[in-house]
């Protein structure tokens, strides 16, 4: 057993607060093939995470008549840090004792959530930590979200696919937010004479980003 916030029914639009549970939940079984299991050491909070509880994420439809209950509750939260704390016999990525952070597809895949001292994923689904970083356990769990959008975004634009004569307007909206910080930065190393990069923000935060911007041109 293990302690987790969970819920064992759908909570009602605007009362997630108020409806989520704390006690001992099943912990994740031994891992199988390229799963593993990660002792979750921090974990964030987003507005994904309320619309799942409600069963209000993609229009109520994500979870295909999965239904929490006592004895199947429903564990909350998908951004996570921890550590590997088991592997499975097929895994080739990580061992135990590895610093990893990643987002769970609680809703699609049916990965356990991440309000709870450990969690299972697909070694696919989780990212290694550089063991020279400095960057800690919050820290790691807070950015996954806007990090792995961003990146996802990022590489949409397919930038380096523009020659040196096609010019290409970059715009990112909401520039000072999660995913614009993140986006504006993996965008800046393309700046010049044919990437242009447009950022929008509120005109309290802009020299936040003005600031951001050069220091990542300037590596």
Known sequence: MMKAAHITQWCSTGKVADSILFGDV??????TKKNVVIQVKAS???????????????????????????TQPLIGGMEYS????????DCEKFKVGDRVCGIQDVAMQ????????????????????????????VEAAAVGMGTFISHDLYKRAKLS???SSENC???????????????????????????????VCSGVNADKVRSLFRSQRSR
């Open 110 to 137: 049916k990965n356990s959530g991440t309000w709870a001292e450990q969690t299972s994923a697909p070694e696919k689904d989780v990212v290694l930590i550089p063991s020279d970083s400095n960057i800690s356990h």
């Open 161 to 163: 696919s523009y020659s």
């Open 26 to 31: 099943e912990a994740p079984t031994p891992p």
């Open 44 to 70: 964030a909070i987003n507005v994904d995470d309320i619309a799942l509880l409600q069963d209000s994420a993609g229009g109520g439809w994500f979870f295909h008549g999965r239904t929490p209950s006592s």
């Open 169 to 199: 307007r970059c715009l990112v909206i909401g520039a000072s937010g999660g995913l614009g910080l993140i986006l504006l930065q993996l965008l800046s190393k393309h700046q010049g004479a044919n990437v242009h990069v447009t950022a």
């Open 82 to 89: 921890g550590v590997i704390f088991a592997v499975g016999p």
